[in-house]
């Protein structure tokens, strides 16, 4: 079992290496806090964040791998989805709202 330490190192490291990968994408100033925020927390992994493990399985067998995937799938998209039924939907809704999102109706709003 880890210890404390080793589990917030180990997300530390994950957070450096999500800042590094999304860091092309930002503007050279940033002015607006909650943009990074935003940006940080649509590139989160799905692992980092708590959702029932049928969701977390659904994701993993259609490539769903960030918070930025669900959101453009949307209510609609996640319907399709195997395994994925009207009481799933409402969980990720709820798991999402808990980060500050609101999961839209619609697919593909979250480019």
């Known amino acids: 079992m880890e210890n404390p330490f080793e589990i917030i190192n180990k997300r530390l490291s994950n957070i450096e290496s999500l800042v590094l990968s999304i860091s092309h994408r930002l503007p050279e100033k940033i002015t ?3 943009t990074l925020e935003e940006l940080l927390t649509l590139e989160t992994s799905i692992d980092d964040i708590d959702i029932g493990v049928r969701e977390y399985n659904a994701f993993k ?5 960030t918070v930025r995937d669900i959101m453009n ?27 500050g999102f609101d999961l839209p109706y619609k697919e593909n709003t979250y480019k």
């Open 32 to 34: 607006n806090s909650e």
């Open 73 to 99: 799938l949307g209510q609609k998209g996640l319907k399709k989805l195997r395994n994925i039924g009207p009481s799933s939907v409402l969980s990720i809704s709820n798991d999402l709202r808990k980060i």
């Open 61 to 65: 067998a259609n490539d769903v791998k």
